[in-house]
DNA sequence: CTGCACGCCGATCTTGACCTCCACGGAATC
DNA sequence: GATTCCGTGGAGGTCAAGATCGGCGTGCAG
């Protein structure tokens, strides 16, 4: 959208750009039609017209359309991981961490590109590149709190992954919806309801330690 | 595999088939290779080879290869559905209604054939006849734990149903996790687990402010 | 016994999308 | 101010995959 001098006009000066614009430029008309078509239905010609070059260009920046969807894949799949790893080591108490890790979801969510569908509802999980790139994501939140959910309550690590997995389902989806309903709740509100109930479901697990 | 008069070898006799008995065949190879290749990479050549028959044959039972993926696709929305809505409405206890919603989904997953799989991972969201189908699942789940959220908490409609939402995604992420997993826990505790975790989320909802 | 009808298969066509080749235009240099 | 160089643009090749036509063999009616 904002090139740095300007929007492309349909026709008219060719406008230069130095090689690193123009790549980010690249990547972010990529990220506007994989958002909005998916990968299978976005074609290499509309991601180029989108950009304002032609498609040679695009390929002396990248080789193939898969990698550059694995490009913005890993732009990312890194920073809801990191959100949700931040949330778990950044304080010790563990309702504090419980809201922050929903806010992470709901942060990623609401990010205006709507760049977590490359994640979420990517319809190339068969990609073996791109399945490991989606499951190191969940894993990864999964894993982050079942450290958390076992050294908290001793739980046996299955179990433990069972419940973890459950919290970011529960966040995950209701992320989601709470976005597929147009924001009709605050953010504020949603998280804190959100984080209530999932606080609730797992507060009590501590079965004989602490009691909050 | 269990094809009527034993499996078809492959070369000898065609095998002649009545017609209703062969559509019965060609959507459980197609279910067979949709589930496991997924809709893009499933190509109607695997789906004939794999019913031991030629692509034309399968093109006279089916008009297109869309077409068969929502025969099946609908073959198995409604269950999920109805599962869950008969788990609302085959009792008052609402503990209950939580168990034997955690226990639809997971009943859904540990299917043998992994049906779920088009359902929860299509890879064909953008096609608006299966986003159509996939929505109507997701929201009629959603829409039915709503009425009895709102019934029996009196929180809003809109609160009630980013609740909900969270409800299924937590059995929906914790189901698909557990058979990823290997089904390492047995059915039983994983149902169990998540039920506690849920019910204890959303339990002490009625009357209770949001700021614990 | 013989002609007929029907379901099935091998081989083919076509479309569409990813990926490169020949002409043009501005910028730096002597 | 002319030349040379480099990047851009439109037109085309290739290939995979969905969709389809003439031949064949089997079982049945007459």
New binding site residues.
């Given amino acids: 959208m904002a090139v740095g001098s300007g929007s492309?006009p349909p026709?008219g000066?060719?406008?230069?750009?130095p090689?690193s614009a123009?790549r980010k430029q690249l990547l972010a008309a990529a990220q506007e039609v994989f958002v909005a078509q998916g990968?299978?239905?976005?074609?290499?010609?509309?991601?180029?017209e989108r950009a304002?070059?032609?498609?040679?260009?695009?390929?002396?920046h990248?080789?193939?359309?898969?990698?550059?969807y694995l490009a913005l894949l890993d732009t990312h799949c890194d920073a809801i991981v990191a959100q949700v790893r931040s949330a778990m080591v950044g304080t010790s108490d563990n309702k504090e961490r419980v809201k922050g890790a929903v806010q992470a979801y709901f942060d990623f969510v609401d990010h205006e590109s709507e760049a977590f569908r490359l994640v979420f509802e990517s319809d190339l999980r068969n990609e073996p590149a791109v399945r490991e790139r989606v499951e190191r994501v969940e894993k990864g939140c999964i894993a982050a709190i079942t450290d958390t959910i076992i050294s908290d309550t001793g739980v046996s690590r299955a179990h433990a992954e069972l419940l973890a997995s459950g919290l970011v389902g529960a966040a995950e989806t209701a992320a989601q919806f709470w976005l597929a309903a147009g924001r009709k709740v605050p953010k504020a509100d949603a998280e804190a309801l959100l984080a209530t109930l999932t606080w609730r479901g797992i507060a009590s697990f501590p079965l004989q330690g602490e009691s909050a």
């Fill in positions: 492309a026709t000066r060719p406008t230069r750009l090689r123009r990968y299978h239905a976005a074609a290499m010609d509309d991601i180029a304002g070059v032609s498609k040679p260009v695009l390929y002396q990248f080789p193939g359309k898969l990698e550059l």
